[in-house]
């Protein structure tokens, strides 16, 4: 991450950093403080109870300091810090608490990210969705789905749980699949936007350097590896499957439908690109145009 660009982030960006990592610092100190003090039944409240007393003394503060905009990411940001230091505190535990810990970091920290790269590479995008926590109901449906399988199978089958290393694998695809997100959004900058562009803006230029010159769609194929290796680092066998076919018709579409528009706006410099640089995602092509479609390089798994 560039200096330049932090030290020019816009005042959303920036309170976001501080509501985050304030409430990360707060917290953190609050749910190890019966390790640090020993245990007692006073301790014991605070551990459990205090986080919740703090969040509703942070929503207090931060709605009396700030209104509108600012104050719906400040209070998402302290909220996803809370949860960045919940996902810690789990990973201390040696059972089947220790892998919901590491999914909980890399959630939190997935949505706290998105937020932040937008500010610092396409401000002018910047609004409370950015942090895609309100991405859709299947999004969250499946969320859900996913925390009761992991609750479901560590109440009946606690052993199933125990697979350390195998979760340590999820969270490699994790930190991998959400690197290459992150580069494709600082490669392209303000080209880059989360929802499919149908009109051309007339500063929108084609990225095929960096991270785009591996693969056409780098900030799906992060995203489609994120998602798999959640269910992964939670060891959950159904989701990994759900969630991979899932993934995989979701981003078909997109890619097809964001494709049609690349086509439409950028033309012969785009079906150029699509000769030269595959998809990145499994037996995904993408949008074909039928007079080119045979000299499409066909190489499903190309990154």
């Not at 998602?227 to 097809?256: D, K, M």
């Not at 964001?258 to 439409?264: A, Q, S, V």
Request: glycine share 8%; hydrophobic share 45%; net charge neutral.
């Amino acid at each position: 991450m560039d200096v330049l660009l932090m030290r020019n982030i816009c005042p959303a960006g920036k309170q976001a950093l501080i509501c985050f990592f304030i409430s990360t610092i707060v917290f953190t100190t609050s749910f190890f403080s019966g390790s640090v003090l020993g245990f007692s039944s006073e301790l014991w409240a605070l551990t459990y109870w205090g986080p919740a007393l703090y969040f509703c003394l942070f929503n207090f503060i931060l709605r009396y300091c700030y209104k509108g905009f600012m104050y719906e990411v400040s209070i998402r940001s302290a909220f996803l810090g809370a949860t960045f230091s919940l996902g810690i505190f789990l990973t201390s535990f040696d059972n089947g608490w220790r892998v919901f810990g590491l999914y909980t970091i890399i959630l939190s920290f997935f949505h706290f990210s998105e937020f932040v790269s937008v500010a610092l590479t396409n401000p002018r995008t910047l609004s409370v969705n950015s942090f895609i926590l309100n991405h859709s109901v299947q999004y969250g449906a499946a969320a859900v789905a996913s925390w009761i399988e992991w609750g479901v199978e560590y109440y009946f089958f606690p052993d199933m749980k125990s697979y350390f290393w195998l979760s340590a694998l999820g969270v490699v695809m994790c930190i991998t699949g959400e690197g290459l997100r992150k580069s494709a959004m600082f490669t392209a900058k303000t080209n880059f936007n989360h929802t499919v562009q149908f009109v051309k803006r007339p500063d929108h230029q084609l990225v095929t350097h960096g991270v785009y010159s591996l693969c056409r769609h780098p900030s799906y194929v992060g995203w489609f590896y994120w998602s798999i290796g959640t269910q992964v680092t939670l060891l959950n066998p159904i989701c990994v499957i759900i969630y991979t076919l899932a993934s995989w018709t979701f981003f078909r579409e997109r890619v097809y439908a964001e494709e049609l528009t690349l086509l439409t706006f950028f033309g012969p410099q785009y079906v150029e690109y699509q000769k030269q640089v595959g998809t990145g995602l499994p037996y995904i092509m993408g949008y074909i145009p039928e007079n080119t479609g045979q000299n499409i390089k066909d190489d499903h798994w190309s990154y």
